[in-house]
């Protein structure tokens, strides 16, 4: 993964060492991960048809189960299966559904905002993971983009959609090392609005807080299935699961990251020459 990204646009600056951390964390843990996604697919009698790892595996006859932003190239070998892991997360089913139903009518605005840390997530990550969102939430492509980036931490996007819709994502990393992810998304009609956070609150909330002498601990667990696992985990373990039980399912993503991958280069393009750029 280390010079991925700078070879698809030479202009981003990607320190070595942040790449090295981002690997370690997603390592982290892995085995409790695969031996969960095994549970689940005997649970539910699923037989994959060849053998799978939730991080990168070099054997050819080997699934390389990983959330797309980690393939950077968008030319991927067979075994490479780019999961769009955050598309399984129940608030952003529910937000999708809200859209296609017109429970909020003639949506016109998304404001997406987005930070993280330098040692779990790259800005071209979350750029990637928030386009996928805004396109799997707005159910439309985006056909516009003009980005101002500073630093290659921090980056303000504004898109437009082949249903006219706009939206502004404003994506950092610039949060303290070990922060969770902190995230809001925000859906603007002519009638209603919508959000996966409660009205007034600014920081996703736990459900249970624990005051020690050893410090604060936070739990909240949202998967009945897959309990101890961050949202991350649970995300990425779902999605694998559902590419598993689908295989279908795989060129379908496959496709959305080819996509993705020339989203993010219209980005740093966008920044370089200070223009809108509009997708052909």
Not at 12 to 24: D, F, P, S, V
Not at 172 to 188: D, F, K, V, W
Request: aromatic share 8%; charged share 25%; glycine share 4%.
């Amino acid at each position: 993964m280390q010079n991925m990204w700078k070879n698809i646009y030479p202009g981003l600056n990607i320190c070595k060492t942040q790449i090295i951390i981002t690997e370690m964390n997603i390592k982290k843990d892995i085995k409790d991960t695969e031996k969960a996604l095994s549970g689940l697919l005997e649970k539910y009698n699923i037989k994959p048809h060849q053998s799978f790892r939730l991080n990168e595996d070099r054997n050819s006859d080997v699934l390389n189960l990983l959330p797309g932003y980690f393939f950077a190239d968008p030319i991927l070998e067979k075994n490479q299966i780019p999961l769009l892991a955050w598309r399984v997360r129940r608030k952003f089913v529910e937000l999708k559904k809200i859209v296609e139903d017109s429970v909020i009518e003639n949506v016109c605005l998304f404001r997406f905002f987005c930070m993280g840390s330098k040692d779990n997530w790259l800005l071209s990550s979350l750029l990637y993971r928030e386009m996928d969102l805004l396109e799997f939430i707005g159910n439309g492509k985006i056909i516009s983009v003009q980005a101002v980036i500073s630093d290659d931490q921090v980056s303000n996007l504004i898109l437009r959609l082949d249903n006219d819709a706009l939206c502004c994502i404003e994506a950092g990393t610039q949060m303290p090392s070990g922060t969770p992810l902190i995230e809001r998304h925000e859906i603007i009609a002519q009638r209603g609005v919508a959000s996966d956070l409660v009205v007034d609150t600014n920081v996703p909330q736990s459900s249970i807080y624990c005051y020690t002498n050893e410090g604060e601990f936070r739990y909240t667990d949202t998967d009945t299935e897959l309990y101890g696992f961050d949202d991350l985990q649970i995300d990425h373990i779902r999605s694998a699961f559902q590419v598993l039980k689908n295989p279908d399912l795989t060129k379908k993503w496959q496709q959305q990251h080819n996509h993705l991958v020339n989203l993010i280069r219209m980005v740093f393009e966008s920044n370089s020459k200070r223009e809108k750029i509009i997708l052909k």
